[in-house]
């Protein structure tokens, strides 16, 4: 990427240079406004015929009849900006938006730019944000209400919060700001800054062209307005980038963001010098545990000590044996300034069991104890600490000889930096969110003529954080826990008051669904790290209390064993799994319908930097079709990375929401989250690292529609719900990190279909992993994982 931006900035350079007219701008640097709207009229102007002028607004807009393959641009012919300052008033709706400066032309027929964005969400925290359209992993430099610097080795660092987190509303006119000179790059909504970033990395834009997004995905429309510009150098700059600093100084963050203030001097203490360092092994593996300890000298009298330490993705802590607290996600730390009373004079220890369930890992903790002879002392996080994969005996101890723990250690950065920030702190410096979990109906945004009811939240400590969710034969809900707190059974009752909800623990000693169906008069229990079970009520008291092993793959962690479906004729059940687990055994298979795979790569692969299914060869995820009479597995489709659902619409063909590995994003074999018809006999390309093969590989198959990054979860069509005819063909597709469920309306075309996504549901936080649709015909779904808090909704 840093050698082509350049050669697409030279091109973008050349396009605009062959227009001039009444609204090219000014080279001179005298920092006058020139309006770039006439209000009339797209001159000076440049996109596809998805834009247009109407009441004298320039007006972007999709439909589901004619959507936008990718995002595109409207871009200004007037010359490229460097140091300018651009004001203008906009509202959106439907999806998200942005103002594109400093860019390059990426594809100049489909007008689209790569470049920074304020962008234009509907999510708060997202809403002014800068995010770097097309330039590789940076994506969100800053989000909404961050004051962010980036240093000359790419190291990002949360310095500080803006703003004042005062609610704004997309389809309203709110005015955007951006002032840039130099590297400080300012965005402002109505006057009140939303991003603030001093920006050294090596790949940073020093000028470029200037566009207005129009998204791809569901249907939208955006409306300019009121759009000036003027070019600022010199002293003009540093005077307007001086006087845009000064004027917040009487802005204050809403008290109801700041953290409490029983919690509010350890976020300090944290944050102070010497900060700690965010560590993992060198050689990291997804889904793995880690086992760290520090042993340290304590003074020998202790006045107080308080405790900060968190862990991407779980933590479980002891001081000298005595457990302390667990962090079930790393927004959401361990905070403790009682654990002077753990403490002793002389040697000490601190353990911890961590848990990578993912993606990026690494663990952060700072002790700071105050007292004297010594002088105090602080326990940081750095690559000192003694780690291990596997506990022993006596670890927690300080007295444990750790000689043997030589695992490498690799330090991500000081306390701060990205992504964490300062993680778990309810600001948007920090990592996790500021809104009640499981989030209100109110704060849930549906579709029109719907409505999202929370039925149930689910107590943690008891029943866990759901992330399976089926019906059994009498159209009763079954939940499964992620971790080991069991499976549950679900009664919905109607009642004057509203609906009353029944949950009761089912006695089978089964927990880590990550799939589930009822067929053959069983439950089919899909164990993350187990086989598949055969669930049944074996002495007739209507609870469920057997668990079989059935023949299947042992995958574990998020790429591990996944979906359950019963198959179009009623006989077999579908399986699948993700790219991190084997095929079943070979005694348990029965065939094969996909013919053969290998890793047929014509270049030399480029295996993930950061180790992720360093080794993962072809099949990749796969489904199979299981019978319960013989035990045995048909080989279905192959060649997913992480698909975690099935469904089958009406005409019994099976449809996946596939994930994408966000590392890639800006490499030209990254593939975004896309849902997939999925074949008999076929292989979708997925090769680890650079390997995977592109949509136009004739021995693959491409999407029916991509849906961009994101976390894919539960899939489930609306056969049986009471929604509009539309509706219930739709195919519903969760997106865990986005919090967003799409309903992806499917038409047969040709052999095949083509697919059309619509934003249903959203919300933040709102941690989507399952849907079903239930016997009254609502849509159920469930939110939680990775720890979070569960909370189970439907929406009719």
Not at 263 to 277: G, K, N, V
Not at 306 to 321: H, K, M, Q, V
Not at 513 to 521: E, L, P, Q, T
Request: aromatic residues 10%.
């Amino acid at each position: 990427m840093k050698k082509n931006i350049p050669l697409l900035f030279s091109f973008a350079a050349a396009v605009v240079a062959t227009f001039s007219g009444p609204f090219a701008a000014a080279q001179d640097g005298a920092g006058e406004f020139q309006s770039l709207f006439d209000g009339g009229s797209l001159d000076g102007w440049k996109g596809l015929d998805f834009w247009s002028v109407s009441d004298g607004v320039i007006v972007g807009e999709t439909t589901a009849e004619k959507p936008t393959s990718g995002n595109t641009f409207l871009v200004w012919q007037g010359g490229e900006v460097a140091d300018f300052e651009f004001v203008c008033q906009v509202r959106f709706k439907g999806n998200n938006s942005g103002v594109q400066y400093r860019s390059g032309t990426v594809d100049a027929e489909k007008f689209v730019l790569a470049g920074y964005q304020a962008d234009l969400h509907p999510k708060p925290e997202y809403f002014g944000m800068l995010y770097g359209e097309k330039m590789g992993k940076r994506g969100i430099i800053a989000q909404r209400g961050q004051r962010v610097e980036i240093a000359a080795d790419g190291a990002v660092k949360v310095v500080g919060q803006v703003g004042d987190g005062a609610t704004l509303a997309e389809w309203e006119w709110n005015e955007l700001r951006i002032v840039a000179v130099g590297n400080r790059l300012i965005h402002l909504v109505n006057g009140v800054v939303t991003a603030d970033v001093t920006d050294e990395h090596p790949e940073k834009l020093a000028k470029g062209v200037l566009g207005l997004q129009l998204h791809a995905g569901p249907p939208m429309r955006v409306e300019f307005k009121d759009l000036k510009l003027r070019q600022l150098s010199g002293d003009t700059g540093k005077a307007v980038l001086q006087k845009t600093l000064d004027s917040q100084a009487s802005v204050r963050p809403k008290a109801a963001m700041e953290p409490a203030s029983g919690t509010a001097a350890i976020y300090e203490m944290a944050s102070a010098d010497p900060p700690p360092s965010w560590i993992w092994r060198a050689d990291k593996t997804d889904n793995e545990p880690l086992f760290f300890r520090k042993t340290f000298d304590a003074p020998s009298k202790i006045a107080k000590a308080a405790l900060y330490a968190t862990c991407d993705n779980f933590l479980e802590l002891w001081i000298n044996g005595e457990r302390v607290g667990e962090a079930p996600d790393w927004g959401n730390p361990i905070l403790r300034d009682d654990v002077a009373a753990l403490l002793k004079p002389g040697r000490n220890v601190v353990a911890a069991r961590c848990q990578n369930r993912g993606g990026v890992a690494a663990f952060v903790l700072k002790l700071a104890i105050d007292g004297v002879a010594p002088e105090p002392g602080i326990v940081l996080t750095d690559e000192t600490w003694k780690t291990s994969p596997a506990e022993a005996e006596g670890w927690k101890t300080a007295a444990f000889d750790d000689s043997g723990w030589t695992t490498k250690l690799k330090n991500f950065g000081k306390f701060g930096v990205g992504p964490w920030g300062v993680a778990g702190k309810r600001t948007p410096s920090g990592g996790a969110p500021a809104k009640k979990s499981p989030l209100e109906p109110g704060d849930i945004t549906v579709a029109e003529g719907f409505k999202v009811e929370l039925l149930h939240t689910v107590p943690k400590d008891e029943q866990g954080s759901w992330v399976s969710l089926t019906k059994d034969g009498q159209g009763r809900l079954l939940a499964s826990d992620q971790g080991d707190k069991g499976l549950y059974r679900v009664s919905v009752a109607e009642s004057a008051s509203g609906p009353k909800v029944t949950v009761e623990k089912m006695p089978a000693e089964i927990s880590g669904a990550h799939g589930m169906v009822w067929a053959f008069d069983a439950l089919w229990f899909h164990r993350s790290g187990g086989p598949l079970y055969r669930v049944t009520d074996s002495n007739g008291d209507g609870r469920l209390d057997k668990a079989e092993e059935m023949p299947a793959s042992n995958g574990g962690g998020e790429h591990g064993n996944h979906a359950v479906i019963v198959t179009e004729d009623g006989g077999r059940i579908y399986v699948d799994a993700g790219n991190h687990t084997n095929l079943p055994p070979d005694e348990a298979m029965a065939g094969s319908r996909v013919t053969t795979w290998d890793e047929d790569l014509l270049l030399p692969r480029q295996w993930d930097a950061r180790g992720h299914a360093r080794g993962r060869l072809a099949p990749g995820g796969w489904v199979t079709r299981f019978d319960p009479e013989t035990r045995k597995h048909e080989l279905y489709c192959v060649g997913f990375r992480n698909e975690y659902d099935i469904a089958l619409n009406r005409n019994d063909d099976l449809f996946t929401y596939d994930a994408d590995m966000e590392w890639d994003m800006g490499m030209p074999w990254y593939r975004p989250t896309r849902i997939c018809l999925a074949q008999s006999g076929a292989d979708f390309g997925w090769r680890s690292g650079s390997g995977k093969w592109p949509d136009y590989y004739e021995d693959s198959l491409p999407a029916l529609v991509d849906i961009g990054p994101g976390s894919p979860t539960g899939v489930v069509f609306g056969i049986g719900s009471k929604f509009p005819p539309r509706y219930q063909d739709a195919l519903f597709a969760l997106d865990w990190t986005f919090g967003t469920i799409y309903a992806i309306h499917i038409t047969p075309e040709g052999a095949g279909y083509v697919a059309t996504p619509e934003e249903f549901v959203s919300g933040a936080p709102l941690p989507l992993t399952d849907a079903i649709v239930g016997l009254d015909g609502a849509l159920y779904f469930t939110t939680g994982g990775r720890g979070t808090q569960s909370g189970l909704y439907r929406v009719t």
